[in-house]
């Protein structure tokens, strides 16, 4: 990893926090030109460039109200419960044990 200066790793990151919230796609590609850069750990440039190599899935998360990410908590909720589950019964127990807690 090379050295960098934290003052502008903190920027970079406040920049990146700030952009999501507001749905702004423009701003998010000028961050991930600047991150790809920038002085700073090679972390931080995988991650910018492997948003890039995505953009079109990644300005539509950000442009649109809408989101999966309920679904997403259900998912992995239910991957929870079968994991703890492993080995000791059917898919009858798991079914009962999602139903029985609710959403």
């Not at 999501?20 to 790809?36: K, N, V």
Request: one cysteine or more; charged letters at 30%; glycine letters at 4%.
């Amino acid at each position: 990893m090379r050295s960098c200066n934290p003052t502008h790793l903190d920027d970079l990151v406040l920049q990146f926090k700030q952009i999501l919230p507001e749905r702004q796609s423009e701003a998010l590609l000028r961050w991930i030109e600047l991150a790809t850069r920038a002085n700073v750990p090679a972390e931080i440039r995988t991650f910018a460039e492997g948003l890039l190599r995505d953009w079109p899935s990644i300005k539509a998360a950000v442009e649109m109200p809408l989101s999966n990410a309920r679904a997403e908590g259900h998912v992995n909720r239910i991957k929870l419960i079968k994991r703890k589950m492993y080995g000791r019964a059917n898919f009858d127990l798991l079914r009962i044990r999602v139903l029985a807690r609710g959403p």
